[in-house]
């Protein structure tokens, strides 16, 4: 038996069939009896329902709690409208990353961070050795469940349970007080699929309510449940960095191509910022690339590149694509050495296999 | 769950088959094995004419999701291997003891056979395997 923190969702998932593994302390279905590339294809023409309610929320709030986090975060927040999101990096002063997550605004002093599970803790208390000012943090990860309904169909099907508008929610952009089958809910028009989509927090009381409104209002819309390994593929096929293989404190946001999210020249110092200057101004020794596979073999994490004759690199994920019908990878590479459709080699037990570089993201979803 | 047991076959502890014929063995993945990897996108072959060793890794078969040896349940030589994988590895899973055998084998020891379960052996030991 495999052992775990439930989350509020766990029965249904035992009721769809799903195979439960341990991830990051939580049991979650990594994949349901129609399989992982069914399920990456239903999120990618139709709907699928995720249980992520193993992210960490903690709660932002005080007078000073957007001077603080601008201390803390990489992108600028002063961007950052009420009822808006926001993706970025969180570095150790080295440039490391601790962990990349959304700031949503609920209001000018009150935010809520979602953060991975696997760094719930260790955020929470780097948030909290670095705490200044008028600001309250609280752990609410315990309190929240979360789903995230990914694919085209999603608005319609969120639709269909409330009779507040849905359409009006902009990319990263939220509504914090949904009523959604009678129950308030955060909804944010965000995720982690390339998909069009939304992800719903929620009480852990209303968490098995909702599922069941958005299972009968999806039937509709070949609404199907999908697991941990679909949303891996998913955002590799999106090019969406995976802390622990895109970012990790070994790692910084630059190499990983996140620039955009990296305000190097915001107002507000905030940590990492002089060394993360410092590398931009040096040169980075490698950058993360997509490769797809030439030759038949599966790319996988930890897999070395080169050319004829040198070590280019490290693979940092890398699978099957179902939506495109190829083996893809995204690599760090010495990025001084390679270009854009060079051809290179990927080491699988002791033996060569071709691979190009190719563009990111994979796919881009075209409406 | 239940996983498909074909009587007349041998099995291993690794979830392989065997099946015994005139000119040697046929070898192939278990419905068990295949159902806890899923979808299986690539298999790596071993050479026609190898030399296998019971017990040793004669094959990789991955799937989406992982990568996982599959151990050759004898000792011998490779005498043909099972061509349609390369385009259609997928066969794995839909038909594990039919169309989706991997290669098979001459061997010389008849005692290797021994160590081998057979369909009421192996279906308990799945059993036990689940209960894990």
Partial sequence: ?367 | MNYKVIDGLKYTKKHEWVRLEESGAVVGLCDYAQDKLGEIVFVELPDEGAQLEAGKSAAVIESVKAVADLYSPLTGKVTGVNEELLDQPELINSDPYGEGWVFKMDFNDENELIGLMDKEEYEKFIVEEEEK
């Fill in chain 1, 1 to 367: 038996m495999v052992e775990g923190r439930k989350t509020p969702f766990y029965e249904k998932h035992l009721a769809q069939g799903g195979k439960m593994v341990n991830y990051s302390g939580w049991l979650l279905p990594v994949q349901f009896p129609q399989g992982l590339v069914e399920e990456v294809v239903n999120t990618r023409k139709k709907v699928s329902l995720f249980d992520v309610s193993h992210m960490g929320e903690i709660s932002v709030r005080g007078r000073e709690a957007e001077s603080y986090l601008q201390k803390m975060v990489t992108n600028d927040l002063s961007r950052l409208k009420n009822n808006a999101v926001m993706y970025s990096p969180v570095c150790y002063p080295d440039g490391g990353v601790v962990d990349d997550i959304l700031v949503y605004r609920i209001t000018n002093d009150n935010f809520l961070l979602v953060v991975n599970a696997a760094n719930a803790d260790k955020d929470f208390d780097w948030f909290l050795e670095n705490l200044s000012g008028d600001v309250g943090l609280d752990n609410l990860s315990p309190d929240y469940a979360q789903l995230a309904l990914q694919g085209p169909e999603s608005e319609k099907v969120l639709q269909s349970l409330t009779s507040e508008t849905v359409a009006d929610i902009g990319t990263y952009h939220f509504k914090s007080n949904l009523d959604l089958a009678g129950a308030k809910c955060l909804v944010s028009r965000t995720g982690y699929t390339g998909e069009d989509g939304f992800e719903v927090y929620c009480s852990n009381e209303d968490a098995s309510k909702i599922w069941d409104a958005i299972w009968e209002a999806g039937q509709k819309y070949s609404l199907s449940a999908a697991g941990l390994g679909a949303r891996d593929v998913l955002r590799l096929e999106a090019s969406m960095p995976l802390y622990g293989h895109e970012l990790s404190s070994d790692l910084n946001p630059l190499m990983a191509g996140l620039d955009r999210f990296v305000a190097l020249e915001k107002a507000v110092s905030f940590n990492g910022q002089e060394a993360l200057k410092r590398q931009k101004q040096e040169g980075l020794t490698r950058k993360l690339f997509g490769l797809e596979m030439v030759d038949r073999g599966v790319p996988r994490e930890g897999y070395s590149v080169g050319d004829e004759d040198r070590e280019l690199g490290w693979i940092s994920s890398g699978s099957y694509s179902p939506t495109l019908d190829k083996f893809i990878a995204m690599a760090f590479l010495d990025h001084k050495a390679v270009q854009l459709n060079d051809q290179v080699k990927v080491s699988i037990r002791s033996r060569s296999y071709g691979a190009r570089i190719i563009r990111m993201p994979f796919y881009r979803r075209d409406y």
